[in-house]
């Protein structure tokens, strides 16, 4: 166990080194700046590079930082600047509604909640930051299927859970429903993953028009459906604030 630690601790100096000091080093810089032998060095950063956390350069040999990191580091930015950008327009959203606003992101094979804003109103609330909802049978879940290539393969090779008697399985089914959600730009979900609740939900797009999240109106099912339909103000509310978000984030096309 010392060893695998060891290991790892030698391997983030590495790449604190490489971000902190010039552009590219060489084998003898990294292994004498941080005090190992030629080989362990070597050893660390083929491993970092098959990871594609480090790159050599060709001509010269010499390392540096690899894609992969910033595509990590811009996952984390993104889902952070998704919440600071929503944290108006989700506010506003959860007045107008009287119900409880959900921002979710597509993480291990499920929706991850990384902003709730409580439903307005004196009842106590549970925060669901950091709850995990299954992709095929939640509002936030099935927009992201429909919109995510990478939710749909995860949402369609993995088992898909009946919660209620209501909840879609069935590939046919599963995949009409979500042409349906492309078609009409934004999903529900009436007591598919919970009993007497219901929720709307609607797509986020980025600059480069990619999906990158969702928002969702949650209620009982008498205040989110009454009669049987969904209020229709809701589903507009809902739209509007994703393509404010969107607009935020640079999606110029809302």
Request: hydrophobic share 40%.
């Amino acid at each position: 166990m010392a060893k695998n630690i060891q290991s790892l601790e030698r391997a983030a100096a590495m790449l604190r080194l490489l971000a902190g000091g010039e552009r590219r080093l060489g084998l003898s810089d990294i292994a004498s700046s941080l005090g190992l032998a030629k080989g362990t060095a070597h050893g660390i950063l083929r491993t970092l590079q098959h990871e594609g956390f480090v790159e050599q350069d060709p001509a010269s040999g010499r390392y540096q930082l690899g894609a992969e990191l910033l595509r990590l580091g811009n996952s984390y930015l993104d889902v952070h600047e998704l919440r600071a950008r929503a944290l108006v327009w989700t506010d506003d959203l959860a007045r107008s509604s009287g119900e409880s606003v959900h921002l979710g992101v597509l993480h291990q094979r499920g929706v991850l909640i990384v902003h709730h804003v409580f439903r307005p109103d004196d009842s106590r609330q549970v925060l669901e930051v950091g709850a995990m909802q299954p992709l095929h049978s939640t509002a936030l879940g099935k927009v992201l299927c429909a919109y995510d290539p990478v939710a749909h393969s995860e949402a369609t090779e993995a088992e898909r859970r009946p919660y209620t008697p209501r909840t879609v399985t069935a590939e046919p089914e599963f995949e009409a429903l979500l042409d349906t959600v492309r078609a009409r730009g934004w999903a529900s979900d009436t007591e598919e993953t919970w009993e007497g609740v219901a929720a709307v939900a609607a797509p986020i797009h980025d600059r480069r028009r990619m999906p990158v999240g969702a928002v969702a109106v949650t209620g009982s099912v008498e205040r989110v459906r009454p009669g049987g339909e969904l209020r229709p103000e809701l589903i507009t509310a809902v739209r509007e604030c994703a393509r404010a978000v969107s607009r935020d984030l640079g999606a110029n096309r809302f």
